[in-house]
């Protein structure tokens, strides 16, 4: 589909579509890397959760490489294939690289997942809608632990989409705490310990937020 898109896209200038087709780059990469660590128990700002991310990442790019080796077999190489790295070892592939790390900003709204490689931002928060109305919105993955847990309330809710930190919350167990952590809570090294592991396996860029208190210099 990727590759369909390089074809069939209009380009603002001739010398953008000349240079798109000649090196075939797609961007295959990740949505909802966040709440599939909640979903297996794993704190995002963890070793466990590190490794997860490069086995991940490592995993799709093999699997991209391999659909594009497949797909010059039946397409034909990117045309500037013989000026390229991959001559060397003779790896005949159709995209000149594969894989991308996006923001998912919108598409994350939409599929209602978290974006990209990004941890939660909030757990809580509240929606402006028309009339001024004010709607709360809570994450699905933290409503259902704490009714499970037994600490459910609208005030917990309200408290959080205010600004409160669960960190601060008496009633909330320490193991949700830890789990539940929000792009705040992480300190910055593990945000880029988090973008160095993807990166591992990633042919292009690795969209990252840093998160820095608000006292940081």
């Known amino acids: 589909f990727l590759d369909n898109v390089i074809d069939v896209n209009v380009y603002p200038l001739q010398q953008i579509a000349d240079m798109t087709r000649s090196t075939r780059k797609i961007g ?32 799709i790019t093999a699997e991209a490489t391999k659909a594009s080796t497949e797909l010059a077999k039946e397409r034909g190489v990117f045309p500037t294939w013989d000026k390229s790295i991959y001559v060397k070892d003779g790896l005949k592939v159709r995209n000149a690289t594969r894989t991308t790390i996006a923001p998912t900003g919108t598409l994350s709204i939409i599929a209602g997942a978290t974006g990209g490689i990004e ?27 704490a009714r499970n847990g037994g600490f459910y309330s609208d ?5 959080l989409a205010s600004g409160a930190s669960l960190h601060d919350i008496k009633e909330v167990p ?44």
């Open 28 to 59: 295959l990469g990740v949505m909802g890397f966040a709440d599939m660590l909640i979903e297996l128990g794993v704190p995002y700002d963890s070793q466990e959760a590190l490794k997860l991310g490069e086995e991940v990442m490592a995993r």
């Open 174 to 217: 320490d193991k949700i705490k830890r789990l539940f952590v929000t792009a705040h809570d992480i300190k910055p090294e593990w945000h880029v310990k988090m973008q160095a592991a993807f990166q591992k396996s990633t042919d292009n860029a690795v969209s990252k937020t840093v998160n820095f208190p608000h006292e940081a210099t």
């Open 119 to 145: 941890p939660l931002f909030a757990l809580s928060y509240t929606r402006n809608i028309l009339d001024g109305a004010k709607l709360v919105e809570v994450y699905p993955y933290f409503e259902e632990a």
């Open 155 to 159: 005030e917990l809710m309200q408290k």
